[in-house]
């Protein structure tokens, strides 16, 4: 796993850990904004992300780095620079992974930047945040135990626990499930409904977000369609079904 961390100089760089050796970590949650201001793997490697330094898109991996740092973890994660997605194979692996990886992440902070903590109707621009129609922010919502937002200013507006009957009336999802309830007690079609009104900007990733959520490994066709990546996905939850009780 490739993690995150910023050396005494402030600057950001990558350090790599296998299996059991994985330290603790913090993760970010996010929707993306243009593609020429998120930080990606190759402008770290290439001048460890300066050429950014003051966008959207750094300001998030800065604000994720310093609020780990306050709650005394050194390392985080970020899934805009954090994987090198020139290589399929990684990306393949990465998004395979990647439910676990919130799902292990000590804390997860969710940095809403179409929410001002400033606002009079906060409360409202919270319910109809984009992060809320994201198809991967719903694995990111459900598989971490700390779920903490924060607006755009960096400040806390609460916690998975403090907002979970605002974050059900928002999603569809039950209290339970963001109580920690184990999705093996949900029936497919429940956990399909809290991704329908979900979209992705790459129609296959409509049916990849959801592996996780259904415990299911396989292998990602880019190209192959939105409808084809769900047959494939329906098949692998069907042999599953066949062989326990999901």
């Known amino acids: 796993m490739r993690l995150l961390e910023f050396t005494n100089g402030g600057e950001l760089c990558f350090a790599e850990f296998v299996g059991d050796s994985i330290p603790?970590?913090?993760?970010?949650?996010?929707?993306?904004g243009p593609e020429d201001e998120e930080v990606t793997y190759k402008d770290l490697m290439k001048?460890?992300?300066?050429?950014?330094?003051?966008?959207?898109?750094?300001n998030k991996i800065q604000f994720c780095g310093k609020q780990a740092a306050s709650h005394g973890i050194p390392y985080f994660w970020v899934d805009t620079c954090c994987i090198d997605k020139s290589s399929s194979a990684e990306l393949s692996e990465a998004i395979n992974s990647m439910y676990q990886w919130y799902c292990d992440a000590a804390r997860c902070y969710v940095y809403l930047s179409d929410v001002s903590a400033h606002d009079f109707d906060a409360n409202d621009r919270f319910s109809y945040s984009r992060w809320f129609t994201r198809g991967w922010t719903l694995q990111e919502l459900i598989a971490p135990e700390s779920v903490e937002f924060f607006s755009l200013e960096g400040e806390l507006l609460g916690d998975k626990k403090s907002l979970?009957?605002?974050i059900h009336e928002i999603t569809g999802i039950p209290v339970k499930v963001l109580q920690g309830s184990p999705l093996s007690?949900?029936?497919?079609?429940?956990?399909?409904?809290?991704?329908?009104?979900?979209?992705t900007k790459r129609n296959e990733d409509e049916a990849y977000c959801l592996l996780g959520i259904f415990d299911i490994f396989m292998p990602l066709l880019y190209g192959e369609g939105r409808e084809k990546a769900f047959i494939r996905l329906r098949e692998k939850i069907d042999k599953l079904s066949s062989s326990t009780s999901l």
């Open 47 to 58: 001048d460890a992300g300066k050429s950014k330094v003051g966008s959207t898109g750094y």
């Open 164 to 166: 979970k009957r605002q």
């Open 185 to 199: 007690q949900f029936t497919v079609e429940e956990r399909m409904s809290w991704a329908a009104k979900r979209r």
């Open 24 to 32: 603790s970590y913090a993760i970010l949650s996010h929707t993306w």
